[in-house]
Structure formats: C-alpha cells, structure tokens
C-alpha cells in the first residue's frame, strides 16, 4: 500500500501565493508518476500538473506560467508551486501517485482563494 499526505492549503488572497507539499510512503516502485488534481463543489476532479520519476513536468493549459510542480525522488515527495492565485483555483487539492497501474491518492487539502 501507498499513503499520501498533503500539506500546506490555506486561505489566500487573489494573487497571492502557496506551496502544496506531499509526501509518500509505503510499497513506491523505482517508475511513478506523481501530481495534483483538484476538485471543486460541483465540479468533476481534474488534473492540474503530474511528474513522472526523471521526466518533464505536464501542466494542463490554465496553470502554465502561474504553477510550478517539483518532487524528490529521494524523498518520495512532490511538490506545487501555486502563484497569482485566482478566486476559480478555489477547490480542495489531491496529490496523486500512479504505479504499475494502481491509482493512490491523499485525503485533499482545501486552497481557498478570496476575492
């Protein structure tokens, strides 16, 4: 089993800033892919960037230039950079990790973005 535990959701500001942490522990396999989903109420969960171990970042097309995802190998640990915050970045944020096609994912941490 994986477990994933996020950290560092809050209340900001529009155009304000926050970093999103995750680390990862149990069975991880050398080969993963690790990211961020988000969802909010009333709307379906969609992917907001993912890293593959060793490989180049993927950001959906309304995050490029505003989020940045990282992650230790080492660590098992990935992390997003979230600048310029906007009211609609507002929804509970899930870290992801997919293995040997097997999904896991964290409990969510809430980003609320005022206005």
């Known amino acids: 089993q994986v477990q994933l535990v996020e950290s560092g959701g809050g209340l900001v500001q529009a155009g304000g800033s926050l970093r999103l942490s995750c680390a990862a522990s149990?069975?991880?396999?050398?080969?993963?892919?690790m990211g961020w989903y988000r969802q909010a109420p009333g709307k379906q969960r969609e992917l907001v960037a993912s890293?593959?171990?060793?490989?180049?970042?993927h950001y959906v097309d309304f995050v490029k230039g505003r989020f940045t995802i990282s992650r230790d190998n080492a660590k098992n640990t990935v992390s997003l950079q979230m600048i310029s915050l906007k009211p609609d970045d507002t929804a509970v944020y899930y870290c992801?990790?997919?293995?040997?096609?097997?999904?896991?994912w964290g409990q969510g941490t809430q980003v609320t973005v005022s206005s």
């Open positions: 890293i593959a171990t060793g490989g180049t970042p």
């Open positions: 149990g069975s991880i396999f050398r080969f993963n892919v």
């Open positions: 992801w990790l997919s293995q040997h096609g097997i999904a896991y």
